[in-house]
């Protein structure tokens, strides 16, 4: 019979270790339930405040944006001059999308005088070359000028050449007097990217060639009365 007591002490010993074992594994488990629940509940709450913040800026956003009120204002005026670089607007409104670049001293052609919440806009049509597209669109009246004989002088896009005029097929002006002239075979609707006494002229197509000063065909003036 003693020899039963070993191995029943023996059978509590481990017994005792077991018990232990599991309850430590345990109480790590529920330490980490507990880690996971705190940081869930963090994250809750900043994604809470952050909802509530884009509640309010978007309350904010939609108190600030007015309704356009469009008056049309009668005018002979067909054409204004840019004189420096502007975006083409969707809307006519400030903040408005980007259709477009207008590029400095360019022409555009004018669909409406609008006055649009107080502030005179203008619908116009701006000069492409090779793709036909964003070329309608809004700027501001105050940021573009009369089209007169003196700001003709200043145009860069767009300007024609005409069929039949010399041309110079090189890059650059110092080039020109290595090359002979040719006639081009039909009109050429450019823009300039370089002037002097000769001009040099990128056109539709993806053409480039150079000309002299004289031979460049600005956009028409008009008689407004």
């Not at 481990?14 to 507990?34: A, D, H, M, P």
């Not at 600030?64 to 009668?74: A, K, M, R, W």
């Amino acid at each position: 019979m003693k020899l039963l007591k070993k191995p029943m002490s023996l059978l509590v010993i481990l017994l005792f270790i077991v018990s232990g074992c599991s309850n430590t594994t345990e109480s790590i488990e529920i330490e980490g339930l507990k880690n996971e629940r705190d940081q869930l509940k963090a994250s809750v709450s900043v994604l809470t405040e952050e909802n509530q913040q884009l509640r309010q800026d978007v309350s904010l956003a939609q108190k600030e944006v007015e309704p356009l009120s469009f008056n049309y204002i009668e005018t002979l005026e067909k054409k204004r001059f840019v004189p420096k670089e502007l975006s083409l607007l969707v809307l006519p409104q400030e903040g408005s999308q980007t259709l477009n670049k207008i590029e400095a001293n360019t022409v555009v052609e004018i669909q409406d005088f609008v006055e649009v919440n107080g502030e005179v806009w203008l619908h116009v049509t701006i000069p492409v070359f090779d793709s036909p597209t964003n070329m309608k669109g809004w700027i501001k009246e105050e940021e573009s000028d009369l089209y007169t004989r003196e700001t003709q002088e200043l145009v860069k896009s767009p300007i024609k050449v005409i069929e039949g005029t010399n041309v110079f097929k090189v890059e650059l002006v110092s080039e020109v007097s290595t090359v002979n002239a040719e006639k081009i075979e039909s009109d050429q609707n450019c823009f300039i990217s370089d002037q002097d006494e000769y001009f040099a002229l990128g056109c539709a197509g993806g053409t480039s060639f150079i000309v002299k000063k004289s031979d460049v065909v600005y956009p028409p003036l008009e008689d407004i009365n």
